[in-house]
């Protein structure tokens, strides 16, 4: 392909010499950037760790200093383990429980916080450092700096789902989870992008044979991706995946009934426990459908095996992720289990670093 033969006429010192001069200004700043990343994808399972174990409001208060220190002492344990007796979810859910059972759920959310800090931490300090030292690319600092605001917003957007939960409902609301997980894979693909932009440039795909129509099908299916990242939080929020546990069919229909049973109409869309899941399930197969379609297109029009690879690669993420959303159906028996849970977790997370890596090998102009 492409870049294959590009690396044949040159030699190989002479390609040695272009990776070390490409690669070198930005080499730290990029495995900075890839430990981060990995981060963020840690703290995206963790906190579908302490969403799967009703973790989420063991923590009644919002300290962003002080809370990184644990209980130290079992005084300390019986005052958050009072706090958290005051709540609606102790009293409606988890009334009589024991301390060490509270111990359980308090630890999930505690590293799902703690690792919020440390993030915050490994993001803004060495930025700080790069900054100080002139590493910083040029054109990159007010992307960088952007991914830092992001990253102190999405605390302060968690602690506001927190609080949804604390006085009047046993949960939190849905549309603050699902903003929480938004933020969380916005982050995530901002960084992918600022990581991918710093690599080494060997040659641009041939925009040409792409052709425009290729490209507007691909952000349009990294919108519908988006747009099912949204829904995904709704039905994380609204438990609607322990409901209607068979496929392919739903309450033994391809189209439910039920599906406009609020008014006004409007709010079924984002209410309505059937309506969400039936449109979770049919953003799947139309991305999963669309996706398919977009790696054959690629196939067929270009000559560049990075353009072919992102777009297989992104078939592959979806359909792995949708036989992963059917076993979770089939097997859900008033709770969703955990391994499966965080491989979806996960899975939606890989997904949308994958659209932004396929994003950028087709988007890119030459030069």
Known sequence: M???RLGGRLSGGA????EEVSAEPYGAVRLWLAIVILLVLAMVVVGGATRLTDSGLSITEW???LGAIPPLSDADWQVAFDKYKQIPEYHQINKGMSLDAFKAIFWWEWAHRFLGRFIGLAFALPLA???LAGRIPKGYGGGLLAVLALGGLQGAIGWYMVMSGLVDRVDVSHYRLALHLSTALLILAALTRLWLALGRRDGAINLATIGAGHLWAARTIAALIALQVVFGGFVAGLKAGLTYNTW???DGRLVPEGLATLSPWYMN???NITTVQFIHRSLAYLILGAGLWHA???TRVTDDARAERSAWLLVVLLATQACLGVAILLVAEGTIPLHLGLAHQLGGALIVMAMVLHLHRI???HG
């Open 248 to 250: 392919p069919l739903m």
């Open 269 to 271: 869309f984002v209410e």
């Open 15 to 18: 390609v040695a010499a272009a």
């Open 63 to 65: 300290q962003p200093i």
């Open 129 to 131: 450092g790069f900054w």
């Open 296 to 298: 054959v297109a690629v």
């Open 363 to 365: 988007a890119r102009a």
């Open 2 to 4: 492409a870049s294959g």
